[in-house]
């Protein structure tokens, strides 16, 4: 049959079965395990199903959603997609289901459903399904992880790698289609991606999530460049303020989590060249992503960042109490650890506030610099204060 050569209008966006996502659903551990697991799968049963799913997943290279689109197919993909959750959460990376491969398997088939930009009208509900049926995965694996603060770390590398994969694919060709549906919780599944974000323990799984945030910025702000000269319409407006607190939440746990990560870097003994420059890399990607949220929201995250900003330079400035001035020389009196790791850190958290405030250079010029004076003001004395220190600490 003839594909009509532009996409149809928004799909209406069924509610999600149960309500798992929204304000009155059940939890996502009852939602991820409501349906019964599969009995336990002896070795000639296991490598069936995997050789069942990888043809499938090539059926799916070539063919159109049209031809893919069966009732109960994304149900039976995601059965054994979740095995790759339940694995994690009882630490087995094998187990005798061999759930790790078969889930990364299963993801595999998904992503290549979610890879094809065309969606004919008849697989709006085909879509919406997988949507809902991977967010609601990706739910329980943050809430699990809050939990035993470990489930991340014991899931299998090429099943998470899936995962982010979808992630990075809806985000991609599928985002601005299903938020102008109805009933589509935009807010919940951002809340999970930063939620994702944050736990991310690897640096790679880290950098996947921040390619995605890239897209979802880009798309609340209209795919407008600053510079551009453009109008924001009242529609896009509207989904900036929808998406506010949750984007400015993203940017406190980025600057939090440079911060950590810098003091842990400077800590180390002869730390790993090509560790540091990947690390350098992600920062750079982080300060970018930091200029896109300024852009944004100028005053929200000035005020974000000063805030940072502000606990840090109290914190450093608490050295003042350890330092003895003298008519010449000023000494530095004696510290435990404990002070010593806080002033590193302290230090560390600093440099990359510094940085990210530099992201907020467009609220200083032009008409902009009289309605941020007081913040100028407060930068510069502190800046002030900080090298006067640091010139009374140097004759120690």
Known sequence: STVAPTPPSSPQFLPFSGQPLGKSGVGARATAQQQPPLGPLDEKSRKLCSLCLECLANAFVSVSLSLAYKPNLIKTLFHYVKLGCLEGESGDSGGEMGGAVLGSLALGCVNELVLKKFVPQECDVFVIQIVEEAFLILKYITEAEKQSAKFIGLLDERYLKKLLDFLLHFFENHLKRMEKSTNFPLETCLVILQTLTRQMPQLDEFSSCLIGWEMVIDFVGGGRDEKDGKVVTPEVRRLQEKCKGVILQFADDVCRRLSANRHEIQSEDGIDEKEDDEWSEV????????????????????????????????????????????????????????????????????????????????????S?????????YSILESLCHLMNLRDRKSGS
């Open 283 to 366: 920062e750079n990607q982080s300060f970018d992503l930091l200029v896109a949220i300024t852009n944004l929201y100028p005053t929200d995250a000035l005020e974000m960042l000063m805030r940072l900003y502000g606990d840090r330079v109290g914190l450093f400035r608490s050295i003042e109490n350890v330092i003895d001035v003298g008519d010449e020389v000023s000494t530095l009196k004696s510290m435990d650890d404990r002070d010593k790791e806080m002033l590193h850190s302290a230090l560390a958290g600093l440099v990359i506030d510094l940085q990210a405030l530099s992201s907020t250079a467009n609220c200083f010029i032009g």
């Open 368 to 376: 902009q610099f009289f309605v941020y004076l007081n913040q100028i």
